[in-house]
Nanobody, 117 residues
Framework: QVQLVESGGGLVQPGGSLRLSCAAS????????MSWYRQTPGKERELVAF????????NYADSVKGRFTISRDNAKMTVYLQMNSLKPEDTAVYYC??????????WGRGTLVTVSS
C-alpha cells in the first residue's frame, strides 16, 4: 500500500522559513517523479515544485522561484520543500505527489502552512 505522509507545516511569520517533508512507503521511490502542490479554499490545486526521479531536474511555479527549493533523498524515500521568505499568499495546504507515467499518481493528505503575523 502506497503512503505519502507530509509533515513540517505550521504557523510562521512573514519572511520566515519552513521545511516540509514527505515520507514515502510502499513504492519504489527512486523511479517516481515527486511534486509539491498547494491548495487554498475555493481554488484549484496548483503545482509548486517538481523534481525528477533522479533529482537531476527541478521546476518551480513563478510565484515561488528563488524562495522555495525542492530536493529528495532516495535512500530515505523522502522529498523536501524548503520554503524561505514566506509570504501570506503562501498560506495553503501543501500536498506531495508521486508520479510515474505507467504506475500513476499517488497523493499525500497534506500539511497546512499558515503565514501570518
Amino acid at each position: 500500500q502506497v503512503q505519502l505522509v507530509e509533515s513540517g507545516g505550521g504557523l510562521v511569520q512573514p519572511g520566515g522559513s519552513l521545511r516540509l517533508s514527505c515520507a514515502a512507503s510502499g513504492l519504489t521511490f527512486s523511479i517516481f517523479a515527486m511534486s509539491w502542490y498547494r491548495q487554498t479554499p475555493g481554488k484549484e490545486r496548483e503545482l509548486v515544485a517538481f523534481i525528477q526521479s533522479s533529482g537531476g531536474s527541478t521546476n518551480y511555479a513563478d510565484s515561488v522561484k528563488g524562495r522555495f527549493t525542492i530536493s529528495r533523498d532516495n535512500a530515505k524515500m523522502t522529498v523536501y520543500l524548503q520554503m524561505n521568505s514566506l509570504k501570506p499568499e503562501d498560506t495553503a495546504v501543501y500536498y506531495c505527489k508521486a508520479g510515474h507515467r505507467n504506475l500513476g499518481d499517488f497523493w499525500g493528505r497534506g500539511t497546512l502552512v499558515t503565514v501570518s503575523s
